[in-house]
């Protein structure tokens, strides 16, 4: 197989492509991304070192017998549906992509049912599930013996919180 089967498909070269690149780069994981527009393509060389296949997905997938069995996914969220679902329909068997996923609860309903169709994984990337302030509080729950009630919040809010502590 070679390196390039071997490889996560990033798909979308903007900032969060970026940052996903450094992600896949700290995990020492050959990348093979993919954008639409030249300017994007430029900046995403530019910022990572990688130079990207531009002219888009469907474009690339046309000129490829095969694709790499994981990909990410961090296109415009009008793309997310379509794009989730050339990548299934081509056998890509892992899937990560940027909330939200989709746009309505119909195209959600579709992927998952494809998805199971196609017997892959689609995760969609809402990471707060893997900070470690949330690990701790599952473990702190499993040590306690289960949740009996809880409350949280989640905010991306840090405006507010400086406002607050400035006071």
Known sequence: MSDYMNSVLLVGCGYMGQEYCKVLRALQTGICAV?????SAESFCKSTGIEPHTGGLTHFAREREELPDRAIIA??????????????????????????????????????????KCEANVFVAYNR???????????????????????????????????????
Request: glycine share 8%; no cysteine; proline share 1%.
């Open 129 to 167: 599930r893997f900070y470690a302030s949330v690990r701790r509080a599952q473990e702190l729950i499993t040590e306690d013996g289960g949740v009996s009630s809880f409350r949280f919040e989640f905010t991306e809010w840090g405006h507010k919180h400086l406002e607050v502590n400035k006071s």
């Open 35 to 39: 954008g639409r527009g030249v300017s």
């Open 75 to 116: 296109v415009d969220v009008e793309e997310l549906f379509e794009t989730v679902k050339l990548l299934l329909n081509r056998g890509v068997k892992t899937i990560l992509v940027e909330k939200p996923g989709a746009v309505t609860y119909e195209q959600i309903q579709e992927l998952d049912l494809l998805t199971e």
